[in-house]
């Protein structure tokens, strides 16, 4: 089987499509597919090494298209899709709300937030081949093959900011500024992404790449999974990190980019009984509010003990096993 994956990635757009369409690529290629990307961002060439970067597509040669994006034509546009399957292709949509029976063979929902009534038009549209919850979360084989560690170990361990991979709007550079001043007792890790190149990126490069402590007790950092693994709390963005936090039953504190993310992260919350904090939209906070959102949490040792308890066996980390092994039954 040929199969071909569209995503993209670069400073501002990408990262959680790219590393759970990557993970479903070792897992395609572990059951014998031969496995190539597309993409308009060529940022992406270094991070799905060794596949296949394809610049010239050629429909025919291929039996399965993977869509995982919302940023291009190609998710926008039915009527691409529409040429893919007439070209005898298997077409594959993850992560798209508005796709349809006749735009695509198999529906892949790697999330456990979407509203109810979405979720019943999309059972009732595509059957069986809509594949949604937390039996499909793609999470990463870096994140899977590590078990969390037992949160009494770790109550004396860093609070752990993130931002995603790009931060494309400058969020962790937010985050950082209002955490000035701070009273918190621990050390405050601003962990800052691969494709990342905001001003505390280059803070840190400038010093040399050694881990940076600018005043008090902030540090900058470059992101790696082991600090959500480890941290005492986890203060992000919403998107693939809060699955990972709940992998490594990690309390999470999340915001939100935009509105519909925030609504995402009230609903992951209330699935998780609260291990996952959404504190809304980025754009609500200023100064004082968020550091005392943050300082309450940390020093409420009791609310972070609930939400380490309610993260526990969420999922299993074997969704993209299930949907590798959905897809290849296609063909």
């Known amino acids: 089987m040929k199969v071909l994956i569209r995503t993209d990635l670069s400073s501002q757009i990408g990262m959680g499509h790219a590393v759970r369409c990557k993970a479903l690529a070792q897992a395609l290629a572990a059951r014998g597919a031969e496995v190539c990307f597309t993409t308009t961002t060529p940022g992406l060439e270094t991070f799905v090494a060794p596949f296949l970067l394809d610049e010239c597509v050629v429909w025919h040669s291929y039996d399965v298209l993977i869509v995982d994006t919302k940023a291009s034509d190609w998710t926008q546009d039915t009527i691409a899709l529409w040429l893919a399957r007439d070209a005898g292709l298997r077409v594959v949509c993850i992560d798209h709300t508005h796709a349809t029976h006749d735009t695509c063979d198999l529906l892949v929902a790697p999330v456990a937030h979407w509203d109810d009534p979405t979720v019943a038009r999309l059972r009732g549209d595509?059957?069986?081949?809509?594949?949604?919850?937390?039996?499909?979360?793609?999470?990463?084989?870096?994140?899977?093959?590590?078990?969390?560690?037992?949160?009494?170990?770790?109550?004396?361990?860093?609070?752990?900011?993130?931002?995603?991979?790009?931060?494309?709007?400058?969020?962790?550079?937010?985050?950082?500024?209002?955490?000035?001043?701070?009273?918190?007792?621990?050390?405050?890790?601003?962990?800052?992404?691969?494709?990342s190149r905001r001003p505390l990126r280059q803070r840190y490069e400038a010093a040399g790449g050694e881990s940076l402590c600018m005043s008090g007790n902030r540090y900058i950092v470059p992101f790696h999974h082991d600090y959500l693994r480890q941290a005492a709390l986890v203060v992000g963005m919403f998107g693939v990190t809060p699955y990972e936090c709940l992998w490594y039953q990690t309390p999470m504190l999340t915001l939100a980019h935009t509105e519909e993310n925030a609504v995402g992260a009230m609903a992951l919350q209330e699935q998780t009984h609260g291990a996952v904090l959404s504190l809304g939209g980025i754009q609500s906070y200023e100064t004082t509010s968020f550091r005392l959102w943050v300082e309450a949490v940390w020093y409420g040792l009791p609310l972070r003990l609930h939400m380490h308890e309610a993260s526990t066996a969420v999922f299993d980390g074997q969704g993209v096993q299930r949907v590798a092994a959905a897809i290849m039954e296609l063909i």
Do not use: K
């Not at 499909?136 to 590590?146: F, G, K, M, N, S």
């Open 126 to 195: 595509f059957g069986e081949r809509f594949l949604y919850g937390w039996d499909y979360v793609l999470i990463d084989e870096a994140v899977t093959q590590h078990d969390p560690i037992p949160y009494a170990d770790r109550l004396q361990a860093p609070i752990v900011f993130c931002a995603g991979g790009s931060d494309p709007t400058g969020a962790l550079e937010q985050m950082y500024a209002w955490m000035r001043g701070n009273t918190l007792d621990a050390q405050l890790l601003f962990c800052f992404g691969a494709h």
